[in-house]
């Protein structure tokens, strides 16, 4: 469990919170917390020794990534939502991290922790290329190899039907459209997105200023997404309004 739960449970056995953390910092076994780990607030994940690699050590590691909002939880479920499988250059998109920025968990970092803890591994699809995959022990489903295909196939029909659409309706600049696919990632500030292109239509562009905003789109092709899965996108455009960016976002 996350420090702030165990704290709880030592105030409610009478222990007040500066004791309870003082506690935890000298904590040994049986008790034990990944020291590589940072959860949001400098909180970390406790565990008893014996349940290391267990399934309720699994289950309970995932469920504090994601009850936390830390930017691990939210690529577990951005992954799960692309059916826990996904070229890697896909990653920068779907982690909800920023390539870049101070005081930020950069997407680096958000890989290396993933893959540390056991929750995600690289492998290799004849058609796909490198790839990252949700491992079994996180308890979430990975979808066939031929299914993610599949999907990738329809995602781009549909990423090339908005592209087509956004040109000839003259929301975009013609010629400066990048997609998901395309030789690099489309990218807006320090975020990949499956689609992005500069736009002076008003109110996203700046006329007097002569500044161009941007419209960008990520794709999940799938029925019934959930809130969380889809908050890697929601993360990035929040940031990005939170920075003061001209943008106008589609899911």
Request: charged content about 30%.
């Given at each position: 469990m996350d420090s702030s739960r165990l704290v709880a449970l030592l105030r409610a056995a009478g222990v007040t919170d500066s004791a309870a953390r003082k506690r935890l910092q000298r904590a040994t076994a049986p008790v034990a917390s990944l020291r590589d780990l940072r959860l949001p607030g400098g909180g970390r994940f406790w565990h008893l020794v014996q349940q290391l690699g267990t399934k309720e050590y699994w289950r309970a590691l995932v469920a504090a990534l994601e009850d936390t909002q830390s930017i691990y939880g939210v690529a577990l479920n951005a992954l799960d939502a692309h059916g826990g499988l996904i070229p890697a250059a896909q990653f920068s998109i779907v982690s909800g991290a920023p390539?870049?920025?101070?005081?930020?968990?950069?997407?680096?970092?958000?890989?290396?922790?993933?893959?540390?803890?056991?929750?995600?591994?690289?492998?290799?699809?004849?058609?796909?290329?490198?790839?990252?995959?949700?491992?079994?022990v996180s308890g979430f489903r990975v979808a066939e190899v031929r299914e993610r295909r599949a999907a990738r196939l329809a995602e781009r029909v549909l990423l090339e039907a908005?592209?087509?659409?956004?040109?000839?309706?003259?929301?975009?600049?013609?010629?400066?459209?990048?997609?998901?696919?395309?030789?690099?990632?489309?990218?807006?500030?320090?975020?990949?997105?499956?689609?992005?292109?500069?736009?002076?239509?008003?109110?996203?562009?700046?006329?007097?200023?002569?500044?161009?905003?941007?419209?960008?789109?990520?794709?999940?092709?799938?029925?019934?997404?959930?809130?969380?899965?889809?908050?890697?996108?929601?993360r990035k455009a929040k940031e990005l309004a939170r920075n003061n960016c001209l943008i106008s976002t589609f899911a």
């Open positions: 390539q870049r920025g101070a005081g930020h968990v950069v997407l680096p970092e958000v890989k290396r922790t993933l893959e540390d803890l056991g929750l995600m591994e690289e492998c290799k699809d004849p058609e796909l290329g490198a790839c990252l995959r949700l491992a079994s908005f592209k087509e659409w956004t040109r000839k309706l003259g929301l975009v600049s013609y010629e400066k459209v990048r997609l998901r696919g395309d030789d690099e990632v489309p990218v807006f500030g320090p975020y990949g997105f499956d689609y992005s292109a500069p736009s002076y239509v008003h109110p996203l562009g700046d006329a007097p200023a002569a500044r161009c905003g941007f419209l960008v789109a990520d794709v999940v092709l799938r029925d019934g997404v959930t809130l969380k899965q889809c908050e890697y996108f929601l």
